[in-house]
């Protein structure tokens, strides 16, 4: 594939977004200074990248953008919100032939939440081709999916249980897909999906390319690579587990006083938007209640609701409609909101992982964000098992905390000032 030429002449009459101008951690600037043009992507997917806002790869897409438009099988692992949606979306895109109208690549993702945005994203890095994407998730009417196919969507976007009832339709020609990419790959390849995983790789071509990405690989995944994949390259960005922009704080407190401490940190906090955790749906929905009740504005998100009512929470959250969101670790996987720079938990995981993916929603690409713990007394040995296994710190929350580290303004006033010492010496 020839690389687009060294020149901006291409950006001529496109429109990018306003320029983010808040300091970004190494997590997203270790790189080695290359641009997008530099790995002979599509001259028309740079485009829709360029209108989206996106100004040079991070790590994880210079290590692996150049593996995948060569065809390699690929297992990369890298921190939550550091690119890794960009990792995969651009060379898919790049790779497919808009004269082919049969699918082309399957992009999986564990949730319908996580499927809408994928499929969000790749409609707008593909706006400037003929490449149709075709949204596969339960909640909607399967023949609309069908007919999605069947009027040449060229990439699939897809949850593992209706790509496999889709896929299965004898109507629907396999044979042309030649990529596949496993978004959140270890959920993918956990006991809930490997089953419905492994029937959709008996139907796809044994030649596919396959991906798979993920923030942690436990040790099941390798019987999966070992059957499936070819020689794959192994690519690792990260040198720790949590993001170095999100600073984590605990609150011990009493059940009976975690409302009145939320309430507290509500006051206090200067809060763009905030994403707030329960361990059951019930909570979820007492606590958003209860958080109305206290005359902020929330929304609730859970998988026991109608889909259409998830969507709407889902879409008007991402828009800022709504400061506050009360959810499961539903909205863990790989959800990108950029305004979020608050992530609470108000019943602390059980698990590390859970751990991991939630405080994820902050700090988004390199940014600064907080994570807050509300601890009961039960909750203190997971919470040093989370320390242990991630290898992280969490600090007890002061009584007034630095704005520089999550809010957005005073991140770029810090950053001017800098700058400006630099130029004086």
């Not at 938990?345 to 405080?359: A, G, K, Q, T």
């Not at 800098?418 to 130029?423: C, I, Q, R």
Request: hydrophobic share 35%.
């Amino acid at each position: 594939m020839t690389c687009a030429v060294a020149d901006d002449s291409w950006k001529s009459g496109l429109t990018p977004p306003v320029k983010d101008l808040r300091p970004r951690t190494s997590d997203v600037t270790q790189t080695r200074g290359m641009s997008y043009q530099d790995l002979c992507l599509k001259r028309d997917i740079l485009k829709g990248a360029y209108e989206i806002g996106w100004e040079e790869p991070s790590p994880i897409q210079e290590d692996t953008i150049p593996l995948s438009l060569h065809g390699r099988d690929l297992i990369a692992r890298a921190k939550n919100g550091t690119g890794k949606t960009g990792a995969f979306c651009l060379p898919v895109l790049s790779k497919i032939d808009p004269a082919i109208e049969h699918p082309q690549a399957l992009i999986l993702v564990p949730t319908r939440e996580l499927a809408m945005q994928t499929s969000h994203t790749c409609t707008q890095l593909a706006k400037h081709t003929s490449i149709k994407v075709g949204l596969l998730m339960g909640g909607s009417q399967m023949r609309e999916d069908v007919r999605a196919i069947l009027h040449g969507a060229q990439l699939l976007v897809a949850t593992p249980g209706r790509a496999l009832d889709i896929l299965s339709n004898q109507n629907v020609k396999c044979d042309t897909i030649k990529m596949l990419v496993l978004d959140e790959a270890d959920k993918l390849l956990s006991a809930g999906f490997i089953q419905i995983v492994e029937q959709l790789m008996a139907l796809l071509p044994s030649d596919k390319q396959t991906l798979l990405y993920s923030a942690t690989f436990p040790a099941e995944v390798k019987s999966f690579v070992d059957k499936y994949l070819k020689d794959p390259t192994h690519v690792n960005t990260m040198n720790e587990l949590t993001l170095k922009g999100v600073t984590q704080y605990y609150a011990f407190v009493t059940e009976s006083k975690k409302v009145h401490c939320l309430n507290t940190l509500f006051s206090r906090l200067c809060i763009n938007q905030a994403i707030i955790f329960c361990n059951s749906t019930q909570r979820v929905e007492l606590l958003a209640k209860k958080i109305t009740d206290l005359g902020y504005s929330c929304f609730y998100i859970h998988s026991k609701m109608q889909q259409q009512h998830r969507n709407r929470v889902f879409h008007d959250f991402r828009q800022g409609v709504c400061r506050n969101l009360v959810g499961t670790d539903l909205v863990t996987r790989g959800i990108d909101v950029q305004g979020v720079n608050v992530v609470i938990n108000f019943d602390f995981p059980s698990r590390s992982e859970s751990y991991l993916h939630r405080i994820g929603r902050s700090g988004r690409y390199g940014h600064r964000g907080l994570a807050i713990n509300l601890i009961t007394e039960d909750d203190r040995h997971n919470m040093a098992v989370v320390e242990r296994e991630l290898n992280t710190q969490i600090l007890p929350i002061p009584r007034s905390i630095d704005p520089s580290l999550y809010v957005a303004e005073a991140q770029i006033n810090e950053k001017q000032s800098e700058d400006k010492e630099k130029k004086e010496e």
